[in-house]
Each structure stands twice: as C-alpha cells, then as structure tokens.
C-alpha cells in the first residue's frame, strides 16, 4: 500500500532562503509525481509534476527532483518570498491505477 | 473565468439530513474527481469519472453517491448526514487519466466545507 510523507511538517524560514522541502513515498511503482501549493482556505493549485522517467523539473524559482528507485522527491525554492507563504503537498499516482495518493503537507512561513 | 467551481462553498446543515455540492468545469476535461479533506488536511479521493463513467470508488459509505449527468458537471450527494461527514470537499478535474504532464495535471475548485451539527 502506498504512503506518502512530508517531513517538516511545518518550517519557518526568513525571507530570501532557498528551501527544500521533502516527499518520501513507500512503493517506487508510481507514473508521475506532482506538487501542489495550497493556500488557506483555497484549493490546490498545481506546481510541477514530474513525469516517473524525468529526473527533475523546473518553474521558475521552483525545481523538484525525483529519485524512484529511493522514493524521495524534493521540491527546491529558490530566494523565497513572503508570498510562498502556503501549504505544499506532493501527491504520487501508482503505477496501474487513476488516483493520486496526497502527501501530509509542510506549512511554510516566509517571514518578511 | 472560474476553471473548476463549486456550489456551494459553505454548507451548514442538521445529522440526518440529505445534501448536494455541485460542481463544474470549463476547461473541456474528460476526468473529473472529488476528495475529502478532512480537520488534519488529510486529502483522499472519493470518487472519479472520465467521460462520465466512473472509474475510481473509493472505500466511500454509501450515502455518497456521485453523479456525473455531463463531462463538464460532477455533482455530489450525502444522504443522513453525520457530524464525522464535516469536512472540506473538492471537485477537481483533469484533461484526461492517460498518465502524462498535460493529461494528468489536476485543477481544483475553491472547496465546499460542510459542518454537519
């Protein structure tokens, strides 16, 4: 059975840190990998997904990388902002099936 | 324009009785989902359609029942509502379930957050 963990559960870091924030995930037999952004009391917005064949994606300030085979993902943010401020959750999409598995999520603050 | 929406994004209600979020979408998808997010932020799957067939149902009591009367449209209905039903509830939707970038990414709507008392 699939599971999917973030770790730090939530993380405080002074405006203009880059930050990487962590997704590990028990079964590396999965199609894709995204990560989504959500802010309180919004919806999901997604970020970046990252195909099960590519090593890394990119947008913007944002890089995420996977690793399969050890089942970690990173999402990297570059010079964080006061308006990165949000939850982020990565989600994975077993491999043979239609549904994504959500991760626990890290609540980050950007202080100003 | 509003990509996915959903109707209505509060919902207050009695245990036992029966209700309906509706949602839709304007981004021409064949797949559309709903998920629970519950008080911790846990967010599950519920249900999905593609091209109005359903094809993932979820371990869901069945007084949730989904319906999908078009591509464009999922609604979903509770019936005898109980307090551990109070959640928030997404509709989200995506191109297609072919399993690449553009097909798999996800839109969510705004979220229903049902309080059952």
């Known amino acids: 059975k699939q599971e999917v963990t973030q770790i730090p559960a939530a993380l405080s870091v002074p405006e203009g840190e880059n930050l990487v924030l962590n997704c590990s995930f028990t079964d590396s037999a999965i199609y894709n990998l995204q990560w989504f952004r959500q802010d309180p009391g919004k919806g999901l917005t997604s970020l970046l997904l990252i195909q099960s064949s590519q090593r890394e994606q990119t947008s913007g300030r944002l890089n995420a990388s996977l690793d399969k085979s050890s089942g970690r993902s990173t999402l990297y943010i570059a010079a964080s902002q006061p308006g990165d401020s949000a939850t982020y959750l990565c989600a994975v999409k077993p491999s043979g099936t239609y549904k994504y598995i959500f991760g626990t999520g890290t609540r980050l603050k950007v202080l100003a | 324009d509003t990509a996915v929406s959903q109707t209505p994004k509060y919902l207050v209600t009695q245990m036992g009785n029966d209700k309906s979020i509706k949602c839709e979408q304007n981004?021409?998808?064949?797949?559309m989902y709903w998920y629970k997010q519950d008080s911790k932020k846990f967010l599950k799957i519920m249900f999905s359609y593609n091209n109005k067939e359903l094809i993932i149902n979820e371990t869901v009591p069945n007084r949730f029942s989904p319906k999908s009367p078009d591509k464009a449209h999922l609604n979903l209905h509770i019936n005898s509502l109980e307090l551990g039903d109070s959640a928030v509830y997404f509709c989200?939707?995506?191109?297609?379930?072919?399993?690449?970038?553009?097909?798999?990414?996800?839109?969510f709507g705004p979220g229903t957050r049902l309080t059952v008392l």
């Open positions: 981004l021409g998808h064949d797949t």
């Open positions: 989200a939707s995506s191109q297609d379930v072919a399993g690449g970038p553009t097909t798999d990414t996800q839109y």
